[in-house]
């Protein structure tokens, strides 16, 4: 059958500059996509429910906060505060303690918070909300807030937490913060993806103290920071796809004593340095970077850490002086051993790591691999999110008509979740939306064809076997032509148990792809 298309989606392409007179690439700060969101039947719109203005001169801090305390509150049907486009003017610091799995949800560029309260304060603070989402939000510190974002988990853990598609800008110290020494506990699994961090004189984003496992740095922007990421003190990340610019102090920290770090496929301009490690037992891999036009008189990236540890295709480009740019600084009496592999350097220095051969406790082994991405090619950064041409809402057009009509409710819900899913399979790139609620389902339910999205709420839209322990795959994905299942649960329900996804291509000509994203 022919789909029906709806709608159309605009590319946002980011814009690179060559200054001549330099020789150093400017990239220009990328513009993130505006969201062009078609609200949900269970959001909490802050303007339409909650009174807010969002003109810019209008205090929308109350309205905003009170949207947050009703997040998930005995029968509350809304998880997701939405912030429509507008700009939100607050003047103290907005909390959100204790939500598991709530969203904040607004249109990106177009959806900004701007503070007017004191110096000394953050403008937002979470405390224990573990599985939160937050999304599409411009953090404007308008030069007068201390933080911008700040975790503090002091009433319970904090874990699998995502930040995407947002701003965080004019801050005194920095945009985000997970950690501090108020914290009873602390925070892990934290994904922070396709963001902007600018113009903060301290941090762009600081992870401090202990627990802070598993922190993921994809595809982000760093501009016009002190410290584009600092990782300290039991910190780990992965750091892949970020671009660093005009960075005064360094574009990565990693401290003393750090866990591991895989810093792949980032670039650099024009910052002091690329990388500064002071710990002496850290491990870190760095591969696949080119780093431009840096002004450290002595090195790009520097290390005292002991290794062994990889420092594989590397690019250097436009050194500030004859020194080399990698340089290793152990402490005194201490083995050095380092993997050195695929470095691109065409400045003066006789080698482009310095002062190794003089110690006989170094062992530098070099091996040539290929490939380094190049410093202006932003193709791989920021990406645009697939937010649907139209909406069917499952629960409103399919879910509660047959619950009014039939007492049995495992066999309704499977019957209407089929049908909202099946119905969307015939409308291009349409989203079959099941909202916050609980679908028991007694057969595995059919997912084929393609171009469509299957979304939940988040983590309290919850899909289990009826009566019945796990019984295998609630969803049975078939030969899957792009089609997207993302945030729901797959946990166990009352009386019943947990489920599964079985994904399988058969004879599908040019294979298949199926996008699993957010799913618990």
Not at 119 to 143: K, L, Q, R, V
Not at 182 to 209: G, H, I, K, W
Request: glycine share 10%; proline share 6%.
């Amino acid at each position: 059958m022919q789909k029906m298309h709806v709608g159309s989606v605009v590319a946002v392409s980011a814009v690179v500059l060559v200054s001549l007179l330099l020789c150093i690439t400017v990239v220009s700060p990328v513009e993130l996509p505006v969201l062009d969101w078609i609200p949900r039947s269970d959001w909490y719109n802050v303007k339409v429910n909650g009174g807010a203005v969002g003109d810019g001169v209008a205090d929308d801090t109350a309205a905003i906060q009170r949207a947050i305390n009703l997040a998930r509150l005995n029968d509350s049907m809304h998880t997701t505060v939405y912030l429509p486009p507008g700009t939100y003017r607050i003047t103290q610091r907005l909390k959100m303690v204790d939500k598991m799995g709530c969203s904040i949800v607004g249109h990106g560029g177009s959806s900004i918070i701007l503070w007017d309260g004191g110096a000394n304060d953050w403008m937002f603070e979470s405390d224990g909300n573990p599985s939160a989402t937050f999304s599409g939000i411009t953090w404007d510190g308008a030069d007068k807030c201390s933080w911008g974002f700040v975790h503090s988990a002091k009433v319970a853990f904090e874990s699998k937490i995502r930040h995407e598609f947002s701003v965080f800008r004019r801050f005194l110290y920095g945009g985000l913060r997970a950690g501090g020494s108020y914290e009873t506990y602390a925070s892990s699994e934290q994904q922070v993806r396709n963001c902007l961090f600018m113009d903060s004189p301290r941090y762009c984003v600081s992870v401090q103290d202990p627990n802070y496992y598993n922190h993921q740095f994809h595809n982000n922007d760093f501009h016009n920071c002190g410290i584009g990421l600092s990782m300290v003190y039991f910190a780990q990340g992965s750091i892949w796809r970020n671009h660093f610019q005009n960075s005064s102090d360094t574009d990565i920290e990693a401290g003393e004593p750090s866990y591991t770090h895989s810093i792949r496929r980032c670039s650099s301009v024009g910052s002091r340095m690329f990388f500064r490690h002071d710990s002496g037992s850290s491990k870190f891999t760095i591969q696949s970077v080119a780093v431009e036009g840096w002004s450290n008189q002595i090195g790009a990236i520097r290390t005292r850490d002991q290794g062994p540890r990889p420092l594989i295709d590397i690019r250097f480009l436009n050194p500030p002086s004859a020194s080399p740019p990698i340089v290793f600084a152990p402490y005194a009496g201490t083995r050095m051993d380092k993997i050195v592999g695929g470095i691109e350097y065409s400045g003066p220095a006789p080698s482009p790591v310095g002062n190794f051969a003089s110690n006989p406790h170094w062992n530098i082994q070099r091996t040539p691999i290929p490939e380094t991405p190049r410093t202006g090619d932003v193709s791989w950064r920021i990406t645009r999110p697939n937010i649907g041409s139209v909406v069917i809402d499952c629960f409103v057009q399919f879910v509660a008509p047959l619950r009014r009509n039939n007492s049995n409710i495992p066999t309704r819900d499977t019957t209407a979740v089929q049908a909202c899913i099946n119905a969307a399979d015939q409308i291009d790139n349409a989203v079959a939306y099941f909202s916050r609620g609980t679908y028991q389902i007694t057969r595995s339910i059919e997912i084929t064809g393609g171009n469509y999205i299957i979304e939940g709420s988040g983590y309290h839209t919850r899909f289990g076997w009826a009566n019945q322990p796990s019984a295998g795959a609630i969803f049975r994905v078939s030969s899957p032509q792009n089609v997207t299942l993302r945030n729901f649960n797959l946990a166990a329900v009352p009386n019943g148990g947990a489920g599964l996804i079985h994904t399988r291509a058969v004879g599908a000509v040019g294979g298949s792809l199926a996008t699993y994203d957010r799913i618990w």
